[in-house]
């Protein structure tokens, strides 16, 4: 979306992204490594937590950009500059705070802005990883 439709990402969605890559990053190494039992429920604990992580920085997206536009909170600076002045600590919180940037709806598809497609996404591994993690063992 940032390089095809110009859409620059507000410090949220770059969360949403890493959040995703980590999801994208265990899977691969489970993909890799083969593991068998106790290593694939490791693996879909792993998978789980980062979707969680992932699925809750998009619920707090879609939250601000439900705020009437009287609630909701000013832009800040943006996440390059934060990164360099503040420390990590503060950044999180900042940034998890949310702004108004990160409230502005600038795409939709079927009725869903890109935290919520985000949502589905972190939702239907999150049902795999679950599926893998509670499956019974074979014996």
Known sequence: MQHVEGLEPCPLCIFQRIA????????????????????VRIYALLTAIATLAGAGIALRHLWLQSLPADEVPACGPNLDYMLDAFPLTDVLTQVLSGSGECAEISWRFLGLTIPGWSLVVFGGVLVVALIQLLRPRRG
């Not at 995703?20 to 290593?39: C, W």
């Open 20 to 39: 995703l890559m980590v999801v994208a990053a265990v899977l691969l190494v489970a993909t890799l490594h083969g593991p068998r039992g106790v290593g």
